[in-house]
């Protein structure tokens, strides 16, 4: 369960039971004065006695250790309300701290899937099952905002951070320009794809994703510390692969509107996705959640391009090509 990665850096694996993701990876700076925590798991028990007995291994102690968080999704934040001693400093971005303060804007998404074809009968059962819901950081937490450009010193590793928005509204990422590694979040994965889903519509946040995979082409890295899976070393075939992707959805999105006008559930309904199952009406509800999040992320991207138009018919918001 526990990797040394370099001097002092290690990897500990956080199962996510029953998840597609599998496990988090929690990487920890063993330092003489504060160690460092970079993102936790759930906050629930598995998670709990992993991170505790990986902790343990290390001879770590939390009353001298620090946290960053990449950014505000449970398996990443939640076990921190945990963790956290009175000494702990919480490093954080703004953007995702407003959210996490503003508390978890369940209505509006409800409201949001209905507006964008979401069934009725299944929008109540997403919000029990939703392990970011179920999982998340039960306490308020002060958090010490870091932004782009800022250094966060542990031992030997002077980390820069770089603003990686997309994947949420503020992640983050660490740089250590003497090593060349890259503490990626959810930014770059190399076993799966990040999400880019959207829930409300005063965003884009595929264009943001996009960009942030450009900014970090230009980087000089030797090894990605990837929030899920393996760690890696081919960054840069990886974002084209991941840049290539993005245009396949964009592209398979145009062809589905090529039938006429839809809202997003339809869109989402015809789309191709990596999944085991047979057809759409067989996907899991938190999968069809995944899926029209997508949708709707990739039909603003086009329609803020100006390829695609949105349009409100009968209480439903719809696409249609220009
Ligand atoms: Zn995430």
Same mark, same amino acid.
């Given at each position: 369960?526990?990797?040394?990665?370099? @001097?002092?850096?290690?990897?500990?694996?956080?199962?996510?039971?029953? !998840?597609p993701?599998?496990?988090?990876?929690?990487? &920890?700076?063993? !330092?003489?004065?504060?160690?460092? $925590?970079? /993102?936790?798991?759930?906050?629930?028990?598995?998670?709990?006695?992993?991170?505790?007995?990986?902790?343990?291994?290390?001879?770590? !102690?939390?009353?001298?250790?620090?946290?960053?968080?990449?950014? *505000?999704?449970?398996?990443?934040?939640? *076990?921190?309300?945990?963790?956290?001693?009175?000494?702990?400093?919480?490093?954080?971005?703004?953007?995702? @701290?407003?959210?996490?303060?503003?508390?978890?804007?369940?209505?509006?998404? $409800?409201?949001? @899937?209905?507006?964008?074809g979401y069934p009725?009968n299944e929008?109540?059962a997403?919000?029990?099952?939703?392990?970011?819901?179920?999982?998340?950081?039960?306490?308020?937490? +002060?958090?010490?905002?870091?932004?782009?450009?800022?250094?966060?010193?542990?031992?030997?590793? /002077?980390?820069?951070? &770089?603003?990686?928005?997309? %994947?949420?509204?503020?992640?983050?990422?660490?740089?250590?320009?003497?090593?060349?590694?890259?503490?990626?979040?959810?930014? *770059?994965? !190399? +076993?799966?794809?990040?999400?880019?889903?959207?829930?409300?519509? +005063?965003?884009?946040?595929?264009?943001?994703?996009?960009?942030?995979?450009?900014?970090?082409?230009?980087? /000089?890295?030797?090894?990605?510390?990837?929030?899920?899976?393996?760690?890696?070393?081919?960054?840069?075939?990886?974002?084209?692969?991941?840049?290539?992707?993005?245009?396949?959805?964009?592209?398979e999105?145009?062809?589905i509107?090529?039938k006429?006008?839809q809202?997003a559930f339809q869109v989402a309904s015809q789309m191709s996705w990596d999944i085991i199952y047979d057809s759409w009406d067989l996907f899991p509800v938190s999968q069809k959640w995944f899926a029209i999040?997508e949708a709707?992320? %990739?039909?603003?991207?086009?329609?803020?391009?100006?390829?695609?138009?949105?349009?409100?018919?009968?209480?439903?918001?719809?696409?249609?090509?220009?």
């Amino acid at each position: 369960m526990i990797e040394e990665i370099l @001097a002092n850096l290690y990897k500990i694996e956080i199962p996510l039971p029953q !998840n597609p993701l599998k496990s988090l990876n929690s990487y &920890v700076i063993k !330092n003489s004065g504060r160690n460092l $925590i970079i /993102d936790t798991g759930w906050n629930q028990e598995e998670c709990k006695n992993a991170m505790e007995s990986g902790l343990k291994e290390l001879g770590i !102690n939390v009353n001298k250790t620090d946290f960053f968080i990449t950014h *505000l999704h449970s398996d990443h934040l939640g *076990l921190v309300s945990d963790l956290a001693t009175e000494t702990s400093t919480i490093y954080f971005n703004q953007p995702d @701290a407003d959210r996490f303060k503003s508390g978890f804007p369940w209505d509006d998404i $409800i409201k949001f @899937a209905r507006l964008n074809g979401y069934p009725e009968n299944e929008l109540q059962a997403n919000r029990q099952s939703h392990p970011g819901f179920k999982f998340r950081s039960k306490e308020n937490l +002060d958090f010490y905002i870091l932004k782009e450009g800022d250094t966060l010193s542990i031992g030997d590793y /002077d980390f820069k951070c &770089v603003e990686t928005p997309g %994947h949420t509204w503020g992640h983050m990422c660490l740089y250590e320009p003497i090593k060349k590694i890259f503490v990626a979040g959810d930014h *770059l994965l !190399n +076993d799966i794809t990040p999400t880019i889903q959207l829930w409300s519509d +005063d965003r884009n946040p595929l264009k943001e994703y996009l960009s942030s995979l450009d900014k970090v082409h230009g980087y /000089d890295i030797e090894l990605v510390l990837p929030g899920h899976r393996s760690i890696f070393r081919n960054y840069k075939e990886r974002i084209q692969e991941l840049k290539d992707h993005h245009q396949k959805r964009l592209d398979e999105i145009i062809s589905i509107l090529r039938k006429g006008r839809q809202n997003a559930f339809q869109v989402a309904s015809q789309m191709s996705w990596d999944i085991i199952y047979d057809s759409w009406d067989l996907f899991p509800v938190s999968q069809k959640w995944f899926a029209i999040g997508e949708a709707i992320a %990739h039909l603003e991207y086009l329609q803020e391009k100006g390829v695609i138009q949105r349009e409100s018919q009968e209480q439903r918001i719809v696409f249609s090509l220009k």
